[in-house]
DNA sequence: ATTATCTATAGATCTATAGATAATGC
DNA sequence: ATTATCTATAGATCTATAGATAATGC
């Protein structure tokens, strides 16, 4: 019945995995390391063998889900593939797998600063990709509107999610994303 | 002991307003009815007297701080001074009684359509209002353009908040901002 | 022998209810 | 008599721990 060192290891990446999903699509408060054990396929009392508590999961299943989304938008060639991607329906209906901010932003935000994973750094990082697409299409940054792009996406995105209305969130998700492919066709104010 | 049919009507009130501020500085989740009616300087049995369950309270509670939200900003003169109000540091640094969609949109979206309260005409009254203040600027309105730059305005409070580097926030605080100000001194593209 | 997992449970906490209390309002 | 509130508690749920189990790995 005892797994050998790798399967234990394997183990202990898919509570990660499970953690992750599980975070974006409840809340982490509303999901305990029970549903993430069983998820996992595994008995609850096992987890405090991988993890001292919940806590320290969080953090690291925070920063675990914030790799995974880094991965899969590093091929984008252009602002308006970004958006398009970030703004699609498929997005917003499926928060298990996309932006953790847009999912567990104000949540993490009231965890103490040094909880939070590697947030700073997934924040970071997708500003510097925004401005690499800045640079592939015209050879200019322009870093303010980089980190207001940024915000206009995950603002719609969350806005998308809250509103009660099914037609009012499409039209966010959509005007948006044409805001940017009309914008795309401006020159930049820099 | 009893209080007057005025004073129950004020304790109630009282309930609301303290489960407007503690939802959203702390979550929904993880402020229980105990916590809500301790703060009101009431005994937690006597809730139900006042609500029929959490979530009853909870549907009422998001609508109330909407809209005393909407109030707080209904004197505003212009897209500058939206953002720079909205943007604030004192609104990123006091969650309790700032926009209800920066602290309690993504658990707000993980609620069943028809108890977010009053969240889409929240969203709609947001939109006509910067067109409203399109209007009173150059005469003409952009809907696709004022549905952007709500979007920009919350993503950036959001993402100032859960940011871990306090230099990082301030600067996704300013950019925008500065964004704001810059744009306004473009014609519109409409 | 070590150790990853499981079973069982302790201790907190949370929603909700039942019955008692005591002052208001017909 | 009615009713807003309080006291006490039931029933779930959640984090964490303790001890048992059984197969791996020196």
Redesign the interface.
Known sequence: MRPTREQAKENRQRILDTAARLFR???I??VGVDAVMKGAGLTHGGFYGHFKSKGDLTTEAVSHAMDAALQSVADVKSMEDFAAAYLSREHRDI?GNGCT??????????FP??Q?GT??DY??AQIAQIEALQAAKDGTTD???A??????????L??A?????PQ?SD??LT??R??FA?DAN?PT?S
């Open positions: 699509e409840n809340g408060h509303a928060a901010i847009a999912t567990l932003g104000p949540e993490l935000a009231r600063e040094g939070r947030v700073s924040v970071s870093r303010r509107k980190i207001a792009d940024l915000s206009s996406l995950l603002g719609a969350i806005m999610r809250t509103v009660d209305d009012l039209e966010i005007e948006t044409l805001y009309t401006k104010n």
